[in-house]
């Protein structure tokens, strides 16, 4: 047993001797059983080993590398078993006998994964709002089903249902963080339905306070004021009563000056603070009306249209029927520019207009002097000597002032000039070459885009724990634009993500990189067309300040998304994708883009080298029409296709050789005799450097440094091992295994509460969004299978361990994969107390029900993505 964790024996307190009996029958291991209720009935109760229950054929039992459950003492020699494919041994005084049937077996995890990565509701058809074409091509049908959806029950689209957190009666605004003698005024006036009544909304309307977190406020601790006020869970922790001048006791808020005084220092809005990206409501509204105007893709798409409508005039002059398209018309208009250049004209569109406009002022000074002449010669003839003298002096007097009177209107036309070309002027585009530089380097693990768990707590998390590089939640281009309140939040980053990650170069110095300007979050979307991504870029770089680089997702295999043309279908569209990441690059501002792609579409058929070519080199269209390269500043490469979505192991022998490819490119360029087919510098990315980084199966630091040396990749990206356990960046910083005990783990489950706390609200409402989270992790979390359990090392994430028990009752309790154990973590049965050593006090601390997070809301619901589990099905009956 765990020296710093004991099992409570004792009665539980509050409990006499007479609820606690002191015999027990025995009792069979039933197939709804949760790991921990197993443990005690085969320890506590001596289930005998012949149980009807354990028995299974010898094939089945070899099958799963089961060892006979039995006394330590029966057994005078473990066996070791040979390390197979697709199974975690455990070693032998940890295994569980399985209760049999398929309630025994742990599930596979692969239909998790799956099951996991389209959960969320803007994924499925009847609840998305990211699309208006869809939804304007399905008016029709909707009025015909009008009756229908009148009558369909509200919410059964959506494929989980978390019920509600919510107050029993909810505070007006106008009260919410003001004194009780003191709200401001109630728009609504006597018609507002929501609660005036402080005191009665104290009493009944909310739930009472919590006591977990030592009963701080944990927003109110790190910035000494709340903004949910008197509708946090904690409100008594910053509030009290006090006697006014007249006598009458009044209910205040509180604030600390002194954590005020920190948290003024730490970047992010008022309400939000320590947060950067966040973007006010009234630029959402605008964005929402369309108010909000991007000049910079209009004009960049409007000169994209007119290039194609000259190649379309060119193919119709020479007799094309069919549209060549967009880098076609590109070619012939450079043609043309060279063909000109050869015969010593000019092409420059500007300088053929000044010089029409000279040509035409040239002719109007001749005829004006033509004129001028004519009524010279008829005043000779017809006046006298004196006449003539006179005329002639007349004349030199109104050359003068006609020379006096073009000068001045040559001049006022040159001011006017100058301002018309200042009033036309736009800024050029950062070329590729001229954009922010970054790093990757072995120094560097990279947190993957995570669906759902990428949230800002886990993130904040995972940085405290090694992390250099992090990413946002993958994010549609088109909620984006419309300006939803969702899909702006994915954007935010907490202050610790906006540092500049670790820089440690074996080569020295990387050249025109500065580490003091780069920082940790960047920002992945996901468009299907060149102008949705055009429109996301503009956006993104124009409102949110802190981003080390834009990723364009080209790996997502979600159907629905990849129906659209996003995603991983754009991995059949190479020439579109090319002219995407272009369009993106010229808009960008001085943020890099990135790219993170899979190795093609079908199974055992990849193209990601073909790919990888093309958007370095760029297509040979493009070549031609000397466009320049993708200008792409990385390159991930996932090692899976998307058809095989996250079965079997990733193809890291395939990441190789791409690495090698883009290593041979580079060589290719030096190589290459004739330069003028070479790409110009001014399109190449972080001085001709496209960085490649490899992602799939990352488990271990062991993994992180073998795929660094054999693949040959500049970094490794982490997703799913950083679920399971988010310590894996710390374990590749130091070089080892780090065996975490369940009271570490649990410490930093407390820390995902709090910085969940600070970033949903302490409210009813963003506790429930907190639980919601918390859980969906631990559903990740309960995979992870201590290290001094294995039998064999490295471990292997798509490995799955049979049925075992912790060293201590929380960590039976963390492993086991019954999302009822989960909610056991978090708000525990009041008959199952245990003691926790704590070193930092030395003291003994009792865990009852409320953990964390307190009592579970009555409407609080919570479904486990992996439904297909049977155990779960079964432990429902």
């Given at each position: ?314 193919n119709e002059r020479q007799g094309i029927k069919e549209d060549i398209g967009l880098t076609k018309a590109m070619a012939d208009n450079v043609s043309a520019k060279q063909e000109a250049s050869k015969n010593g004209d000019s092409f420059n569109a500007k300088d053929a207009e000044g010089s029409s ?79 922010r530089r970054i790093y990757y380097g072995p120094e560097t693990p990279i947190l993957a885009p995570l669906t759902t768990q990428g949230n800002l707590p886990f993130r904040r998390l995972c940085v405290e724990l090694g992390a250099q590089v992090t ?407």
């Amino acid at each position: 047993m765990d020296p710093e964790v004991q099992s409570m024996e004792t009665v539980p307190k509050g409990k006499t001797s007479e609820t606690a009996p002191t015999e027990q029958a025995v009792q069979s291991i039933l197939p709804g059983d949760s790991t921990v209720t197993k443990m005690e009935k085969a320890e506590r109760d001596s289930v005998p080993e012949t149980t009807a229950e354990f028995e299974q054929s010898p094939s089945k039992r070899q099958k799963l590398g089961f060892v006979p459950y039995g006394p330590m003492d029966m057994l005078t020699e473990w066996p070791t078993p040979e390390r197979r494919k697709g199974v975690a041994h455990i070693k032998p005084q940890f295994l569980l006998p399985p209760a049999g049937g398929a309630a025994g077996e742990r599930s596979s995890g692969v239909e998790r994964d799956d099951a996991a990565e389209a959960s969320g509701n803007r994924y499925h058809a009847d609840n998305r709002s990211d699309n208006r074409s869809n939804n304007r091509s399905n008016r029709s049908d909707n009025r015909q089903n009008g009756r229908d959806k009148k009558n369909k029950q509200k919410g059964q689209n959506s494929n989980r249902n978390f019920g509600s957190s919510r107050d029993k009666f909810p505070l007006c605004n106008s009260r919410v963080t003001k004194p009780e003698f003191s709200p401001d005024e109630c728009q609504f006036g006597d018609k507002c339905k929501l609660e005036h009544d402080l005191r009665k909304y104290l009493k009944d309307g909310k739930r009472e306070d919590l006591t977990v977190l030592d009963g701080l406020c944990p927003t109110w601790d790190s910035t000494g004021t709340c903004p949910v006020g008197w509708k946090c869970r904690f409100v008594g922790s910053h509030s009290k009563e006090h006697e006014t001048d007249d006598g009458r006791k009044e209910l205040i808020l509180t604030e600390d000056p002194e954590r005020m005084a920190k948290a003024n220092k730490l970047p992010g809005a008022e309400d939000e603070v320590g947060v950067v990206n966040v973007v006010s409501r009234d630029a959402k509204i605008k964005l929402s009306k369309r108010i909000t105007k991007t000049p910079n893709s209009d004009a960049y798409l409007d000169w994209t249209m007119k290039i194609m409508d000259q190649g379309r005039k060119n193919n119709e002059r020479q007799g094309i029927k069919e549209d060549i398209g967009l880098t076609k018309a590109m070619a012939d208009n450079v043609s043309a520019k060279q063909e000109a250049s050869k015969n010593g004209d000019s092409f420059n569109a500007k300088d053929a207009e000044g010089s029409s406009e000279a040509m035409e002022g040239v002719s109007a000074e001749k005829d004006v002097g033509e004129d001028t002449s004519s009524a010279i010669e008829v005043l000779e003839d017809t006046s006298t000597e004196k006449d003539t003298e006179q005329a002639s002096a007349k004349q030199e007097d109104d050359e003068a002032s006609s020379n006096e009177k073009v000068a001045s209107e040559e001049a006022s036309t040159k001011k006017q000039a100058i301002e018309e070309n200042r009033a036309q002027y736009i800024e050029p585009p950062f070329l590729p070459s001229e954009k922010r530089r970054i790093y990757y380097g072995p120094e560097t693990p990279i947190l993957a885009p995570l669906t759902t768990q990428g949230n800002l707590p886990f993130r904040r998390l995972c940085v405290e724990l090694g992390a250099q590089v992090t990413w946002s939640e993958m994010a549609m281009g088109m909620p984006l634009i419309q300006g939803e309140r969702s899909e702006w939040a994915l954007m935010k980053a907490h202050e610790s993500e906006i540092r500049p990650p670790k820089y440690s170069p074996a080569n020295g110095i990387v050249e025109g990189y500065d580490n003091s300007k780069d920082i940790k979050f960047g920002a992945q979307i996901a468009a299907n067309k060149p102008w949705l991504a055009v429109k996301t870029t503009e956006i993104l770089t124009s409102h949110c300040p802190s981003l080390r680089a834009i990723d364009l997702n080209c790996g997502c295999p979600i159907e629905l998304v990849c129906r659209d043309g996003a995603g991983s279908a754009l991995l059949d569209s190479a020439g579109k994708l090319e002219n995407i990441l272009r369009g993106m690059n010229a808009i960008s501002q001085e943020v890099p883009i990135t790219v993170k792609i899979r190795m093609g579409t079908k199974d055992r058929a990849p193209t990601a080298d073909k790919l990888i070519k093309r958007l370095v080199l760029g297509g040979y269209e493009t070549q031609a029409a000397g466009l320049g390269t993708s200008g792409v500043a990385a390159i991930t490469l996932h090692g899976r296709s998307k058809q095989q979505r996250y079965t079997r192991s990733a193809d890291w022998s395939y990441i190789a050789e791409c690495s090698a490819l883009i290593n041979n490119l580079k060589k290719e360029r030096w190589d290459q005799t004739d330069t003028a087919g070479e790409a110009d510098a001014r399109h190449q990315p972080n001085n001709g450097k496209v960085y490649f980084v490899g992602n799939g199966d990352c488990y271990s630091h062991i993994d992180y440094q073998t795929h660094l040396q054999d693949a040959g990749v500049d970094s490794v990206m982490v997703a799913r091992g950083a679920l399971i356990k988010p310590w894996i960046f710390e374990e590749i910083e130091t070089g080892q295994y780090l065996d975490k005990t369940a009271t570490e783990r649990l410490a930093y489950v407390e820390k995902f509460v709090k910085y969940g706390l600070q970033n949903w609200g302490s409210d009813e409402i963003g506790v429930g969004t907190t639980r919601k989270f918390l859980l969906e992790w631990l559903s990740f979390a309960c995979r992870y299978v201590p290290v001094a359990m294995l039998e064999h090392l490295p471990p292997n994430i798509q490995d799955r361990a049979q049925p075992f028990k912790g060293r201590n009752e929380l960590e039976s309790l963390m492993s086991s994969d019954n999302y009822k154990d989960w909610i056991k973590i978090r708000c525990p049965s009041s008959d199952l107390p245990f003691l926790i050593f704590e070193k930092k006090t030395q003291s003994l601390t009792l865990w009852h029900s409320e953990m964390f997070l307190g009592p579970t809301h009555p409407n609080f619901r919570f479904e486990p993505k992996h439904k297909s589990n049977s155990y779960d099905l079964e432990a429902e009956g």
